[in-house]
């Protein structure tokens, strides 16, 4: 079965250090990929994802993630974090079945803080 | 546009009973589906549905029931709760199952 695996459980980084946050999933055939964050007392939203073209790919606030196939990695960074991304993040994939729908299954998360 | 609502937003249960956590969209969404979040265990899919009348179990799916007779209601039924079913439910919604989900905000349920 497919899994995602996020090995940063827990991140502390000091306001402008460089982020990267790891993300491997286990299928290995054509997947979607996604990045979420759950900013403290907010649900969910979507911070970028992946279907297909340029392996990097921009989203919001400044992230960006680079999808390596050969590693089955979406790692997820950001040049220099701000206070306000500490928040609990969620790397997602789900299985391109050509156009049927899937599973979106999602990794443990990481949770990041930022010190002032 | 209200999105996804989910209610309750809180709720305590006695281990045995039973109830139903609703939701509902209102973006014509065929692609609805269930997560509970549990601590160091992210998003765990649930149940979910593909449009009205279809639905198909995820990676935690004993102990729930779904149903979809509409497009814009998916709710999730505890028929015994259970302590281990002690959880923050998030109810989510898109166009298609490859699409960004659209998150409700949330229920946070307490088996005791």
């Known amino acids: 079965a497919q899994s995602v695996s996020q090995h940063n459980h827990h991140v502390i980084l000091s306001e402008a250090a460089s982020l990267e946050l790891g993300c491997n999933y286990s299928y290995g055939g054509t997947v979607n990929l996604f990045w979420y964050v759950q900013y403290p007392g907010q649900h969910l939203q979507l911070l970028l994802k992946?279907?297909?073209?340029?392996?990097l790919v921009k989203g919001i606030k400044g992230f960006e993630a680079e999808f390596i196939k050969s590693k089955f990695s979406f790692n997820l960074r950001k040049p220099s974090v701000q206070w306000s991304d500490t928040a609990e993040y969620f790397c997602a994939v789900n299985v391109d079945y050509g156009g049927a729908t899937n599973k979106l299954i999602f990794g443990t998360g990481t949770l990041l803080a930022v010190q002032p | 546009n209200a999105g996804v609502t989910q209610t309750p937003k809180f709720q305590v249960l006695k281990t045995g009973q039973s109830m139903t956590l609703q939701c509902a969209q209102d973006m014509n969404h065929e692609y609805m589906s269930w997560y509970r979040q549990d601590p160091g265990m992210g998003l765990r899919l649930i149940h979910y549905?593909?449009?009205?009348?279809?639905?198909d179990q995820g990676e935690v799916p004993n102990g729930y029931n779904v149903s979809r007779s509409t497009t814009e209601d998916f709710p999730l039924r505890l028929l015994s709760a259970a302590p281990s079913q002690t959880s923050v439910y998030f109810c989510?919604?898109?166009?298609?199952?490859?699409?960004?989900?659209?998150f409700g905000s949330g229920t946070q349920l307490s088996v005791l």
């Open positions: 549905s593909v449009g009205a009348g279809i639905t």
């Open positions: 992946y279907f297909s073209g340029d392996p």
């Open positions: 989510a919604s898109s166009y298609s199952g490859q699409e960004k989900l659209f």
